[in-house]
């Protein structure tokens, strides 16, 4: 069993900024993809970015140019820098965890979920 825990959540003005950790915690094992994603009410959960074992980084189009993954492997930590938000950034966000790499952006892949941190952005 892996444990994730996001925090970092928050209210914000559009235009800020806003930081997201994931730590993970329990059994570690190759985790190959950590990915971010976010849903706001009444919509599907959707890909925010991922970050693999090897340090690539992926992102979706809505965000790219604003928000930067990464990870510290040695904390067991990765986190996610949102700049120049905007209100349709509202969403809860979730971190996750699978071992393999294809479809890195599909959440029905990833086997570890946390429990989501509320990010509202105020226009």
């Known amino acids: 069993q892996v444990q994730l825990a996001e925090s970092g959540g928050g209210m914000v003005q559009a235009g800020g900024s806003l930081r997201l950790a994931c730590v993970a915690s329990?059994?570690?094992?190759?985790?190959?993809?950590m990915g971010w994603f976010r849903q706001a009410p009444g919509q599907e959960r959707e890909f925010v970015a991922a970050v693999t074992w090897w340090d690539d980084k992926y992102y979706a189009d809505s965000v790219k140019g604003r928000f930067t993954v990464s990870r510290d492997n040695d904390k067991s930590t990765m986190y996610l820098q949102m700049s120049s938000l905007k209100p349709e950034d509202t969403a809860v966000y979730y971190c996750?965890?699978?071992?393999?790499?294809?479809?890195?952006?599909?959440?029905?892949?990833?086997?570890?979920w946390g429990q989501g941190t509320q990010v509202t952005v105020s226009s």
């Open positions: 996750a965890t699978r071992k393999t790499f294809a479809d890195y952006d599909s959440a029905a892949l990833y086997i570890y």
């Open positions: 329990g059994r570690t094992w190759g985790r190959a993809v």
